[in-house]
């Protein structure tokens, strides 16, 4: 599969960027991957959608480990490492650091007629009113609801264990370059109303939220 590598910083953290075709993909490219056997029933598209984030997570790693899979489909990263992949379209990325919280999403900008018809699954009426006082375009602002909660829910989860629907988080802030979610209910080891700060930027029409946190 033909990929490309780079890397770009987002609040101070190195964000390991592959740019890949998916038309390239061959089923060859996954016996890099120790863990190929894992995805022979995947279709085509979940395949190089993987493959894709592995080599971003490879990279990440300072191309000395491949995360593998969990029970729940999560990365399986090292000892002692937190580190979270995302991508979309023909974009992986990933980062890690030495424990704590990360998570990353990238999303391409969701259409605002699309937002429409799923904005009531992912806000509620409190945060549409909180996206349109922020002044930014719905499309982009509502695009960033729906990732950074992504990215805080792959943040949780190796503690957590558990699905955490849209509903399980509110945006209470949303800023030029961050952004705050506050936890609607318990997710022990985390309590109701805890606040999360996430980062993000915009790279042509995708954006990219970010949580490292203690």
Not at 117 to 137: T, Y
Not at 190 to 202: G, I, Y
Request: a negative charge; hydrophobic letters at 45%; glycine letters at 6%.
């Amino acid at each position: 599969m033909q990929t490309s590598y780079s890397t770009f910083l987002l609040a101070g953290y190195t964000v390991h960027r592959i740019t890949f075709d998916p038309a390239t993909f061959t089923e060859a490219d996954l016996l890099w991957l120790p863990h190929y056997q894992q995805l022979s029933q995947a279709g085509r598209k979940r395949k190089a959608d993987h493959l894709a984030g592995r080599i971003a997570a490879f990279h990440a790693l300072n191309r000395k480990n491949i995360p593998g899979i969990g029970s729940s489909g999560e990365p399986l990263w090292p000892a002692g490492i937190s580190g979270s992949i995302s991508h979309s379209g023909m974009q992986a990325v990933a980062i890690c650091r030495e424990n704590g919280l990360v998570g990353i999403d990238c999303e391409a900008i969701i259409v605002e007629s699309e937002a429409r018809e799923i904005q009531d699954g992912v806000i509620d009426a409190q945060e549409a009113q909180l996206l349109v006082a922020s002044h930014l375009p719905f499309d982009l602002a509502f695009t960033l609801a729906f990732s950074a909660k992504e990215s805080l829910f792959k943040a949780l989860f190796p503690q957590v264990q558990a699905w955490m629907g849209f509903d399980s988080a509110r945006v209470t802030a949303l800023a030029a370059d961050n952004l705050t979610l506050t936890l609607t209910r318990p997710l022990p080891p985390f309590a109701q109303n805890q606040v999360f700060t996430l980062h993000w930027c915009r790279i042509d029409s995708m954006v990219i939220t970010l949580i490292c946190d203690a």
